[in-house]
């Protein structure tokens, strides 16, 4: 079946543009994550929905940041006047709400570059 | 989360098999040993977990130490496309935990 998509694959901008960047989880997934990649370094947490709900967006690394998840499915990233450290991979994964496995499917990412 | 320490880099001949070392000393009881991999321009990709016995699966086995202190993942006929960042986890296993990613191991497969 369809795994985790994210658009789009490259987003190129301008230093203090906004962004948005979107995830389609799998179908029946309930629980939504996005993390952040810099060069060399592993995925860094940023926020996890549950439904609807932000269950946990103490990954936020300030209120530029805002992420939704309006009807529990798609979700989208949002970054106000971007920055030029905030380039980097963008992920997103999803996963069974409660099961007891925490196995999170991941998409390819979005890479974000900010001139 | 446990911290976990992983070695920065390691090769492995194509065919043989590849032992990824972890140690993760400060596990708590109720925290399970997730590895991911994540192969260059992918997202990242389950492989395994464990609390404190062995497991195996098609893609890899999961040694554990019994102190749990340490643990090893093994592939166990490498191939070239096993070639990839190895991220050793660990988890409280309630669902839905965020994953806490180390810099991990990156595996090379030499042909």
């Known amino acids: 079946g369809a795994g985790v998509s994210q658009t789009p694959s490259n987003k190129v901008t301008e230093k203090g543009k906004y962004v948005e960047l979107r995830c389609d989880p799998i179908?029946?997934?309930?629980?939504l994550y996005w993390y952040r990649q810099s060069l060399g370094q592993g995925p860094e947490f940023l926020i996890y929905f549950q439904g609807t709900g932000a269950a946990d967006d103490s990954g936020l690394p300030n209120d530029r940041f805002f992420a939704v998840r309006p009807e529990g499915s798609v979700s989208t990233l949002k970054i106000q006047r971007t920055e030029r450290g905030d380039s980097a991979v963008y992920l997103c994964?999803?996963?069974?709400?409660?099961?007891?496995?925490?196995?999170?499917?991941f998409g390819p990412g979005t890479r974000l570059t900010v001139l | 989360d446990a911290k976990t320490t992983q070695p920065p880099s390691m090769d492995c001949a194509e065919g043989r098999a590849a032992n990824l070392p972890c140690n993760h000393s400060t596990i708590s009881g109720n925290e399970y040993v997730y590895w991911y991999r994540q192969i260059h321009s992918q997202g990242p990709q389950y492989i395994i977990h464990?609390?404190?016995n062995n497991e195996t699966n098609e893609m890899a086995s999961l040694i554990i130490t019994e102190d749990r202190k340490s643990s090893t993942l093994i592939l166990p006929h490498a191939t070239l496309r096993d070639t990839a960042v190895y991220y050793c986890i660990v988890s409280a296993n309630f669902g839905n935990e965020k994953l806490t990613f180390g810099t991990g191991t990156r595996l090379t497969i030499i042909p």
């Open positions: 179908s029946g997934h309930t629980a």
């Open positions: 464990g609390l404190k």
């Open positions: 994964a999803s996963g069974l709400a409660g099961g007891p496995l925490n196995e999170q499917f």
